[in-house]
Each structure stands twice: as C-alpha cells, then as structure tokens.
C-alpha cells in the first residue's frame, strides 16, 4: 500500500500555469503506473495522464494533450502535473493515483478564474 498526498492547486487566471506534485510514502512508487485524474463540480472524475514506473510511456487526454505534462522522479517518490495554457474548464479537483494498489489522493482544488 502506499499513501499519496496532492499539493500545487490554487486560483490561476486563464492562461495561467500550475505545477502539482504527488508525494508517495515509501518507496515502493517506482514499481507502479502513476495516474493524474479529476473531477468537476457535478461530472463524474476523469483520467488526465498516466506515466509509466521508468517514466515512459506517457499518456493524455484529448483535453490535456499540448498543455498538460506528466512526469515522476522515483528517487524523490514524487510525480507531477504541470499544466500550461489553463481555461475555466480545468476547473476540478486534481487526485493523484497508483494502479498498483488502487491508492487515492486527498485531492487538490485547481480553480481557473479571472
């Protein structure tokens, strides 16, 4: 098991950027697929971009491609999201996940508004 704890959210104006970082107890974070999701006020949570254990392969959603990036430093057990370009509709409280072991986050509140 491992425990995962999201920082970096706040209030940003559009077209603001935001860096959020997910710090994994232990170090057993390297051995799995790590996970970006959200959830808007009243939209069903949803995956953002996932990396895999060496850092490689990565992935996105549409909504993320070119703006959103993932990545993870297993030595420090930390993983990150950093996002460019934000719009209103990013807007969601941002979790960190490990497939591994099915680990959520508490979450962090990402709020786009001028």
């Known amino acids: 098991q491992v425990q995962l704890v999201e920082s970096g959210g706040g209030l940003v104006q559009p077209g603001g950027s935001l860096r959020l970082s997910c710090a994994a107890s232990g170090s057993m974070m390297r051995s799995s697929t790590m996970d970006w999701h959200r959830q808007a006020p009243g939209k069903q949570r949803e995956l953002v971009a996932a990396?895999?254990?060496?850092?490689?392969?990565?992935m996105y959603a549409d909504s993320a491609k070119g703006r959103f990036t993932i990545s993870r430093d297993n030595a420090k057990n930390m993983v990150y999201l950093q996002m460019n370009s934000l719009k209103p509709e990013d807007t969601a409280v941002y979790y960190c996940?490990?497939?591994?072991?099915?680990?959520w986050g508490q979450g962090t509140q990402v709020t786009v508004s001028s």
């Open positions: 996940y490990a497939r591994l072991w099915g680990s």
């Open positions: 990396i895999g254990t060496g850092g490689t392969p990565t």
